[in-house]
């Protein structure tokens, strides 16, 4: 928590499918312990920018540096820099237990630490991941990326498919994750007041680029401006 | 009893080789979603190394060879060099053939795999040859490794070698399934199988994974058959190559992901097999069925675990279904119909003997090919089954004209309907499985075909199944008079018949019928939302591509005035699938350029004629199939991905009307 | 609105289960002739399940009747047949034949009646049926062409294009405006409307709020698998369930 820089510096990001971007031009910088909320409606490029962010897709320009460590387009570079992704799909394997999940992370130390942290987990262990619910499975998630110690960590369509208890179960994990460990997060959600409720900054994308940015704090007392990108009446 | 306990043990000695092959195919296909073909060629190196070494102590290397001391090898240290030598196969094969296709539609991996298995089989005769070996290879047998043994058990005598066997195939299950279950490595694996996009992201790199399960796999598959050759014999490189078929049942018996199923159920193949054999000499066994039983049981049991299974065997989750070998809808221009005709009714006339005779089987592949390009270029369906379908028109043929007399037009008709019914049949599974699981299924259809009725002889009497000459209106068609190895008659009927139906072909690929098929070959799901009825597609292709299969099977039938086994076999199926997918899989040009390099084809007869390298066909075929399939693949699409993304780095400026964002999409 | 005559699709208590989870849950809507209908909801609420479910590509339970004809037991492409046409989020166009060879794979069946007409003289294709519903999403111009050598937009057009040609009755379309930009979007909302004009009765799955709210009739709320409001585009769109379920309810801290 004592790092000035930023954990995570996007600059200038272009990226798309063959060949043919879909963001351009791509700023944005989070510091150690805080979240951004990435917004915007769907086609928007979110999911872009942190597949790119990872290394997934090739960069069609611009730079990723995670913890001063330059990352763009490799995905083994990115997890070295403890830049790390979650993915729409949770990136979670259904046919391994729990515990398996657990042990794939390279951990020195086992997967303790995470049990710790998530006891939840801990009577589930020898389950068939695909059994759990979509809640679990999105902690199971978390929990796994967690012993990766990532610096950096995008969480793609956090709550798509969870319940409103789920949600709000986890929320707050990922605030104590960026208070207490020093973890930069990157979250894309789909419901915009829950993810202003615990970000610290959020970003608008649309078509590509980015529309609009400022603290979260800010967006949650003026949602109109967020709305409007949602609900269509968009003054171009 | 005893009987059926002393035959269950013998067959422990080629069920160990199923068992350790079947559970080497679950391997690779859980950490690359493989399946391959060529398992049973690596090992087929294997023995042969070891044969090598064990002789004379030569290590007879892919390009030339090396004496390792003055005498014979060891036993063990031979045993472990010939092992090792599967490794490094299967090692090669990972990284020339199968990381650079690990993108590709299942059609180049399974042609890529078929391309290793043709050329390692072809291969060994070339380079284990008299004079690297210091002896005639035909007088080689596989020398014995483990003890001779026996003992009684109940009135049985069991040999300890096939227990031995036995217990090594389930010591090498029980370590593959244990460094699936207990390793992160081993869990990382099927981790990959599931989501390799989430196991990279988690820091893994699915290719090394890959590289140790081919290289760990290649040698446990080399290991087994040289300890198992001294008991099932012989040193045939085709009847190794060809035991990854009863190893593919087994696997699938086991879904392609329970290396124990697939251990046990190939041990007990092996068992069954043996006590099928026993069986088939009492008098009470039917004597139409004592051939080939042994083959068909494969056969019946990957069409049941197709049947039962085939929805339960997982799919990798990181193929591009998308990408396929474009297709040029055929338009039928009268010029170009008409030229090739003539030029081929010309060479006709201008050639004789040898050469005419080449040319007209040349025009005659050219129709079995049409077949494939028809099934699998413009289906999309694997099929492997093709000379099969044509080999039992031939047989059929046969059968109708010397036993019941039938005169000639109906007579091939009625044959190649026959060649359709059985083509409608294998082409069931087909509306269950795809991909690489058809090729499976038809692989091991086309070798039950051949085991039970070519080579059956029970169903062949003693002179051969003989083919009456064709006649038309008194007419003789027959191939041969007097001296002439070849009328003119005779090959102006092959060249129209072939037209016509090549002709036929082009209309219906460029009509309805061609879209049709081209639909459900780019997408299934958006066929049917189409309104296409995709199960009646799939069997109206498997009909029509057996049908032209079988009308080349009867032509070929006539030239030999015999149904020649040889013609038919399963290697010579997949060489005609080599040469048209390196002719051209989706077009009828393609076809052509197949028959032409065709098995005894022409460009056959211009190596062993002029430039005497025939025996170098089947590896310059197999070799010429992995250069189309990896370095010039038709697969890739216009523009690969990596070019696109240096292209629009060095031109930053974006055509802003482009489409925009790919996100992925709802969950479902 | 039940029983209404002029009801052409009519689900009742359609459920899917993938799983452990139940993707739909008794959904029950109804499609008029010449009318458009807006299924929206946040991502995952099952929208395209349902489209899957009436289409045939999902196993399901409840009733399905097409113009008072029962169609849940009936194969997918016997469904299109009988008028029941769907487009899919990513075009899924047929990429081997160009955008006119893509619709005529919908007007004439292969089979073997199919065969002998292709042996024969070229059949007559339906050219004026291709022609004009090519008009109807403005692609006339580019029947020769092949998928890839259009815009994402456009490939989403000729997909709606491919539903729609021969005797379609009720369309049901799968985002077909993701990818469109705002002009392009509006563009597509006026030729929606003449289609439906001409007849098809359309459910409209979008994310494009104002294409929705612009161009539909009426409109279907789902989330987490259930119908949770409908009625008129302004009613929905003002409804507090739809504005939580789109932007989330906002958490106490």
Redesign the interface.
């Known amino acids: 928590m004592t790092e000035t820089t930023d954990a995570l510096e996007i600059r200038g990001l272009s990226a798309g499918y063959r060949g043919v971007p879909a963001i351009r031009d791509i700023d944005l910088r989070v510091a150690a312990g805080s979240i951004l909320a990435l917004l915007g409606p769907n086609g928007a490029g979110k999911s872009t920018t942190l597949r790119a962010a990872a290394g997934l897709l090739p960069a069609l320009g611009g730079t990723v540096t995670a913890a001063g460590s330059p990352v763009t387009g490799s995905v083994e570079r990115a997890t070295r820099s403890g830049l790390c992704l979650i993915p729409d799909n949770r990136g979670v394997f259904h046919r391994l237990t729990v515990a398996e999940n657990l042990r794939l992370a390279k951990a020195r130390g086992g997967f303790g630490p995470a049990l710790d942290r998530f006891p939840q987990l801990r009577p589930l262990l020898n389950r068939r991941c695909g059994l759990l619910s979509g809640g679990e499975q999105q902690l199971l998630a978390i929990a796994k990326t967690l012993l990766l110690r990532p610096r950096v960590l995008l969480i793609d369509e956090m709550s798509m498919g969870l319940s409103p208890v789920a949600i709000k179960q986890i929320l707050p994990e990922l605030r104590r994750l960026a208070d207490e460990d020093g973890t930069a997060i990157v979250l894309v959600e789909q419901h915009i007041d829950q993810a202003l409720s615990v970000a610290d900054e959020a970003v608008v994308l649309h078509h590509g680029r980015v529309v609009l940015i400022g603290p979260a704090a800010d967006l949650r007392e003026d949602r109109d401006q967020i709305q409007r990108a949602y609900f269509g009446d968009k003054e171009r | 009893m005893n009987d059926l306990l002393q035959f269950a043990v013998i067959g422990f000695s080629t069920g160990a080789v199923y068992a350790v092959l079947g559970a080497s195919l679950v391997s690779i296909y859980v950490a690359t979603g493989v399946i391959n073909f060529a398992q049973g060629s690596v090992a087929l190196w294997a023995v042969w190394q070891v044969a090598g070494l064990r002789t004379n102590g030569v290590l007879v290397l892919p390009v030339g060879s090396v004496q390792l001391g003055s005498g014979p090898m060891d036993v063990w240290p031979a045993v472990l060099i010939g092992a090792a030598s599967g490794l490094v196969w299967s090692l090669l094969a990972h990284l020339l053939v199968f990381r650079p296709l690990r993108r590709a539609p299942e059609l180049g991996q399974v042609v890529a795999s078929v391309g290793v298995m043709l050329f390692i089989q072809a291969l060994i005769p070339l380079r284990f040859n008299a004079k690297a070996l210091g002896t005639e290879p035909s007088s080689l047998i596989p020398l014995p490794t483990l003890t001779s043994k026996v003992f009684t058990l109940g009135g049985a005598t069991i040999a300890v070698s096939n227990l031995i066997l036995a217990a090594a195939a389930i010591g090498i299950a029980l370590a593959l399934a244990g460094y699936f279950r207990f390793t992160?490595m081993g869990?990382?694996t099927?981790?990959g199988?599931?989501?390799e996009?989430?196991?990279?992201?988690?820091?893994?790199?699915p290719d090394r994974l890959a590289a140790f399960m081919w290289g760990t796999t290649g040698f446990v598959s080399g290991l087994i058959v040289i300890l198992a050759a001294p008991a099932i014999g012989g040193l045939d490189p085709t009847s190794y190559m060809l035991y990854v078929v009863p190893a593919l049942a087994v696997a699938l018996v086991g879904r392609l992901t329970s290396i124990g199923v697939a251990c046990g159920a190939g041990l007990a193949l092996g068992s069954v097999q043996q006590i099928l054999l026993f069986l088939t000499t009492k008098s009470w066994w039917p004597s139409w069925a004592q051939a080939g039983v042994g083959d068909a049981v494969p056969f019946v049991i990957v069409v049941v675990a197709l049947f039962l299974l085939g929805r339960g065997i997982?799919e990798r989750g990181a193929r591009d279904a998308?990408a396929?070998a474009?297709?040029q809808?055929p338009r039928l221009r009268p010029l170009w119909t008409a030229a090739p005709v003539a030029g081929t009714a010309v060479a006709i006339v201008l050639t004789t003997g040898q050469w005419r005779f080449s040319l007209v089987m040349s025009i005659i592949l050219t129709l079995i090919a049409a077949s494939v390009v028809l099934l699998t270029g413009y289906l999309g369906q694997i099929s492997l089954t093709t000379m099969a379908f044509a080999g039992a028109a031939g047989f059929a043929l046969s059968k109708l004209t010397t036993n019941v007399g039938v005169p000639f037009p109906l007579s091939m008709l009625l044959a190649a309907l026959t060649a359709t019914a059985l083509g409608i049949v294998v082409g069931v599974p087909a509306l269950r499985i795809r991909g690489a699981q058809l090729a499976v299924a038809t692989i091991a259809a086309a070798l039950a075909i051949e085991s039970f009725v070519f080579n059956n002889p029970a169903m062949t009497p003693y002179t051969g199944n003989l083919i009456a000459d064709p006649s038309l209106f008194g007419f003789s068609l027959a191939v041969r008079e007097g001296t002439d190895l070849i009328t003119l008659r005779f090959s102006f009927m092959v060249l129209v018949i072939v037209a016509v139906l090549l002709i036929?072909v082009t209309?219906?690929l460029?009509?309805?019928?061609?879209?049709?098929?081209?639909?459900v070959?780019?997408?299934e799901?958006?066929?049917?939302?189409?309104?296409?009825?995709?199960p009646?597609?799939k069997l109206?292709g498997f009909a029509l591509a057996s049908f032209l299969a079988g009308i080349g099977g009867c032509l070929i039938g006539y030239s030999r005035g015999q149904l020649s086994a040889a013609s038919f076999t399963v290697l010579v199926g997949l060489a005609v699938l080599a040469t048209t997918y390196v002719g051209d899989i989706t077009r009828i040009s393609g076809a052509i350029l197949a028959g032409i390099a065709g098995p005894l084809g022409l460009l056959y007869l211009v190596f062993t004629q002029t430039i005497d390298l025939g025996h170098y066909y089947t590896l310059i075929v197999a070799a010429a199939m992995l250069l189309r399939v990896v370095v010039f693949s038709p697969h890739r699409g216009?523009v690969p991905?990596?070019l696109?993304?240096r292209?629009?780095?060095r031109s930053?400026a974006?055509p802003p009307?482009?489409?925009?964002?790919?996100?992925?999409?709802?969950?479902? | 609105m039940s029983g209404d005559p002029n009801t052409l699709l009519l689900t009742r208590d359609i459920s899917v289960q993938y799983g452990g989870v139940r993707a739909n849950d008794e959904v029950c809507i109804e499609v008029g002739a010449a009318e458009i209908v807006g299924l929206i909801g946040p991502n995952g609420a099952g929208k395209t399940t349902f489209v899957d479910a009436v289409t045939g590509f999902a196993p399901h339970t409840g009733t399905i009747e097409l113009d008072g004809v029962r169609l849940d037991s009936v194969p997918a492409h016997r469904r299109r047949r009988l008028g029941l046409a769907r487009t899919w989020q990513s075009g899924e166009l047929f990429t081997d034949l160009t955008v006119a060879e893509n619709l005529a794979v919908s007007v004439d069946p292969p089979g073997l009646r199919g065969l002998v007409a292709d042996l024969g003289r070229r059949r007559k294709r339906a050219d004026e049926d291709i022609q004009e519903a090519l008009s109807l999403v403005g692609l006339e111009a580019m029947a020769g062409r092949r998928p890839d050598e259009l815009s994402l937009g456009r490939q989403k057009l000729a997909g709606v294009a491919r539903a729609l040609v021969g005797s379609t009755r009720v369309l049901l379309l799968d985002e077909p405006a993701a990818g469109l930009d705002t002009e392009e979007s509006a563009e597509f909302g006026h030729e929606l409307r003449r289609i439906a004009a001409s007849g098809p009765g359309v459910l409209l799955i979008d994310h494009d709020m104002t294409l929705v709210l612009d161009v539909c009739d009426r409109v279907y709320v789902m989330d987490f698998g259930k119908i949770i409001a409908s009625g008129a585009p302004s009613d929905v769109s003002s409804d507090a369930q739809v504005i939580a379920a789109y932007l989330g309810s906002p958490v106490t801290p």
């Open positions: 992160r869990v990382a099927r981790a199988a599931e989501d996009q989430a196991l990279r992201l988690m820091g893994y790199s997982p998308g396929q474009p297709v809808v036929a209309r219906l460029s009509g309805a019928t061609g879209r049709a098929f081209l639909a070959r780019s997408n799901r958006a066929a049917a939302a189409a309104g296409v009825n995709v009646a597609v109206l216009a991905e990596w696109l993304v292209r629009a780095r930053p974006q009307a482009a489409a925009h964002a790919k996100e992925p999409a709802d969950v479902r």
